[in-house]
């Protein structure tokens, strides 16, 4: 599933004083939620659909079924509602489930109400992806292609390139063929096809379309003649990805208002960049103008990501008075999602972080991470394991399928960033696939909170495993963070093979600090065998320490304040 943001605008219609009180604890909780009043609930919710983005109705389903049926026009343009009955009970989504975000939207009303959403698309049900809810335009018949795939009837998947899409069922076979049979199909493609009642589309992202402008170029004609180049190419506007320009046009209102209509970015070069791609139809008058012979086929070449090779130019530079405009398909890229899965807890994994691991063909970790979030995974994802020890192994696998245009997850734990995967992995990741990165709760920061507030004021981490860094180097670390008077979080403090290391890092510490210094030692934090120990530099145990644990070493101001580990941000302390 999709988590998003509320919608921007949210309406609430309450009828009764407790489903007031449920509204102003959602306006409460969501700035650009608003209780909509009217001379009656009716009027009320009238008004929010006319008004609001999303509808949230604390009425009867029956009610609202009635007041709206009337109002009903499309998926795609009626706003989401959500009916939550008269005890926040449930929160049912019953009105655009997926294009509306209604099925998102239900379960953020259900986390501020301590509400169950009840969610009855059937993909949803079925843990099936919707057609919808891959991040593409999707166009035909939605419905008929999704039931089908829901009835395990075979569906052809038709894609003109290898785009990285998540996991399908077996009953989506991929071909290579077109031929119309009477059968299902799933088209993956940005050329303008024949629909018919058993074709869907997913438009990808596969076209650029550069732009060139006179200063002053009116929206109108930019737009007018980017839908014509399109058209006269076969090529289905839903398919854009971006708008591409020169520098000296980022602030050009008439491109900017353009690419504002389609729903994508303006992506600008500096000339010189531009003058670098080799174009068919370079322009001296174009070069005295901005420095570079190109402006629409060289940016429409370059792209988003400053990849010209991967892309081909369709359509060469078309002008009219004031514009100009080229368009280029670029090749599909692999897609590498960084994942932190946290520290343990399911309810420390971020939204984000499920979304992408839905949103994936393929997810690579080691295998006692792959196990906390195979409940996750949707059905068909290919999951590669592999064991302690085998960080390199993990990354270049990861890598080599997004870079054959998969898309791909590589989990960890706490944040991907912090002494885990991304690092080695974004070693080996080139321009060839696209990289996202999903934050997660570090070791570090679910100790901190399970010991107070050490972590208040600078602090610094600091791996002590010398498997990969020289202990003369982690030495000079620990001594520049007590000589800084830093809280030191140490990472990876001991093990079976490593006994030494965090007892001789205390004696550097100690040597700088008070003998009275806190110090925490959490193990396994928020996992069912959590430990919290506080101690001082003088009464630490390193032999109760493993490498399941954190070690958080306060710094000269650090104190117990009620039996918590607290550093002072510089505020008066009071006494």
Known sequence: MNHRNPPARIGLVAATAAGRRHADTLAAAWPHARLVEGESAADALRSAWAECDAVVAFLATGAVVRILAPLLTDKRSDPAVVVVDEAARHAVALLGGHAGGGNDLAEQVGAVLDAQPVITTATDAVDLPGLDTLGWPVQGAVAAVSRAILDGEPVRLVADA????????????????????????????????????????????????????????????VGELLHLVLAEAGLDPASL?????????????????????????????????????????????????????????????????GQPDDATL????????????????????????????????????????????????????????????????????????????????????????????????????????????????????????????????????????????????????????????????????????????????????RSRARDWQLGKALGILAAHRPPDTPVGVVRNASRPSERVHLATLTTVDPTAVDMYSVVVVGNSDTRLVAGRMVTPRGYRWRS
């Not at 060839?432 to 990165?437: E, F, L, M, Q, S």
Request: proline letters at 8%; a negative charge; glycine letters at 10%.
């Open 162 to 221: 290898d785009w990285p899409l998540p996991a399908l069922p077996p009953n989506v076979r991929a071909t290579d063929e077109d031929a119309v049979d009477g059968g299902y199909r799933l088209l993956v493609t940005d050329r303008v096809v024949p629909l018919d009642e058993r074709t869907a589309v997913l438009r990808p992202p596969s076209l650029v379309a550069g732009v060139g402008a006179s200063r002053g170029v009116a929206a109108a004609e």
């Open 314 to 493: 369709l359509v060469g530079k078309t002008a009219t008075a004031m514009a100009t405009v080229a368009v280029a398909r670029h090749a599909p890229r692999g897609r590498l999602a960084v994942v932190g899965l946290g520290p343990g807890a399911v309810d420390l994994r971020t939204p984000r972080a499920v979304a992408e691991l839905r949103r994936a063909a393929v997810v690579v970790g080691l295998d006692q991470y792959l196990d906390q979030v195979r409940d996750v995974l949707r059905p068909g994802t290919r999951v590669l394991p592999s064991g302690l020890g085998a960080e390199e192994e993990r990354a270049r696998s990861a890598v080599a399928e997004a870079v054959a245009g998969r898309a791909v997850a590589l989990v960890g734990s706490g944040d991907a960033g912090v002494y885990a995967m991304a690092s080695p992995a974004l070693e080996y990741a080139d321009e060839r696939i696209d990289v996202v990165g999903v934050p997660g709760v570090t070791a570090a920061l679910a100790a901190g909170a399970l010991l107070g507030a050490p972590l208040g004021h600078d602090h610094a981490y600091v791996s002590l495993s010398d498997l990969h860094t020289p202990w003369e180097v982690i030495e000079r670390r620990v001594t520049a963070a007590a000589e800084g008077d830093f809280v030191t979080v140490f990472y990876n403090p």
């Open 241 to 305: 990805r971006c708008l591409a320009s020169a520098d000296v046009k980022a602030d050009e209102a008439g491109i900017l208002s353009t690419a504002d209509a389609l729903g994508v970015p303006l992506v600008t070069w500096p000339a010189t960049r531009l003058a670098t791609v080799d174009v068919p139809h370079p322009s001296e008058v174009v070069r005295a103008a901005v420095g570079t012979p190109s402006v629409s086929e060289a940016a429409a070449l370059l792209g988003p990501a």
